[in-house]
């Protein structure tokens, strides 16, 4: 190539698709996996518990114990306030053990759990995945959701 020859532009490799273009209407999905391990179970309740009353400041304790009864509403109330159940706030997540990287790699080792976390959890690893174009988006379907099938289907549209 000479000074005078453009240059070629870079084409996606043939396993790439391209990138679509940003478009008014265009539907963008989020799925998201995030795993934690109980590790203390009453840590966790307890957690889930103060995350509701810091959320609802006019209840009571006697509220938090008859509104956070369960693992969905203590999972909803920890979501609720931090936005993630392994949520690395300090309200939560001070205390626990401190852990070495994986060599080589993110993460931290098969089987390695936290221990000590004020909400008593073990953060197990998350994914997320960007989808485009799924119709309809989750407003259109109104008070009745599709089946999980449907909701978290992989294939293509």
């Known amino acids: 190539m000479t000074d005078e020859e453009p240059a070629e532009a870079e084409e996606p490799g043939a396993d790439e698709a391209p990138v679509p273009e940003i ?9 998201t996996r995030e795993d934690v391990v109980v590790m203390d179970p ?5 957690a889930a518990r103060r995350a509701y009353l810091a ?3 006019d209840l009571t304790e006697d509220d938090a114990l008859a509104y956070v009864a369960d693992v969905y509403d203590a999972v909803s109330a920890l979501l609720d306030r931090y936005g993630s159940l392994a949520s690395a706030d300090p309200e939560v997540a001070a205390g626990g053990t401190t852990r070495e990287r994986m060599s080589g790699g993110f993460g931290h080792r098969p089987g390695d759990r936290v221990t000590g976390r004020a909400d008593g959890l073990s953060p197990a690893g998350s994914v997320r995945e960007i989808r485009l174009d799924r119709h309809p988006p989750l407003q259109d379907y109104g008070c009745f959701l599709p089946g999980d099938e449907e909701l978290i289907s992989t294939a293509d549209e």
């Open 23 to 31: 478009l008014a209407g265009m539907v963008i999905s989020v799925l």
């Open 42 to 46: 009453d840590r966790f309740i307890a």
């Open 55 to 57: 959320d609802e400041p």
